[in-house]
């Protein structure tokens, strides 16, 4: 990561929300990873919630942060993987405008130096929703630590050089 100390570090405000069946506050330990990461970078979580694993659910969560001004992104983890209960990419597909192809390509190759060929069955992604960040990780604790400490960590920085997802934010909606 290469940080301009130079230029002023400006947070994003964040919604968190967990998608599982089973998860409560108290043992959503993914969830509470984020949200201490989030927290020490020096952004703002302004939701957090957990979800069911279902499509109308999740993509119902997602319309409505997505249309609230004050939330910039939303990370989501859990239902990226295989199963059938797995529809969190499906609900994407629903809210999306944009793909960000090369955020799930980057993921799975990080991934792959820590559970090597496992990280095929992840479907770990990110959209652009009408103007709003959306980044779907996986569930276990090792996938959302991977993919805030190598990824967003970086690009939700706006001090980040030579570019990030944060200088971008006024551009969003743009027609």
Not at 19 to 40: F, V, Y
Not at 45 to 56: F, N, P, Q, T, Y
Not at 71 to 93: K, N, S
Request: hydrophobic share 40%; charged share 25%; net charge negative.
């Amino acid at each position: 990561m290469a940080i301009d100390t130079t230029r002023l570090f400006k947070p994003v405000r964040i919604a968190l929300l967990t998608i599982s069946d089973t998860r409560t506050r108290e043992n959503d330990t993914s969830g509470n990873i984020l949200a201490a990461k989030i927290a020490d970078a020096g952004h703002e979580l302004v939701a957090r919630e957990i979800g069911k694993d279902s499509v109308e659910q999740i993509a119902a969560h997602l319309h409505r942060w997505i249309d609230d001004e004050t939330i910039d992104a939303v990370i989501t983890t859990g239902g990226t993987g295989l199963t059938g209960r797995d529809v969190t990419p499906e609900a994407l597909g629903r809210v999306k405008s944009k793909d960000i192809p090369g955020f799930g390509e980057l993921f799975r190759m990080l991934s792959y130096q820590n559970i090597g060929t496992s990280t095929v069955q992840s479907r770990a992604c990110a959209v652009l929703a009408r103007g709003t960040y959306i980044f779907a990780l996986p569930g276990s604790n090792g996938a959302v630590t991977d993919g805030w400490d190598l990824i967003l960590a970086e690009q939700l920085d706006s001090r980040n050089r030579p570019c990030n997802f944060v200088e971008l934010m006024p551009r969003l909606r743009e027609r």
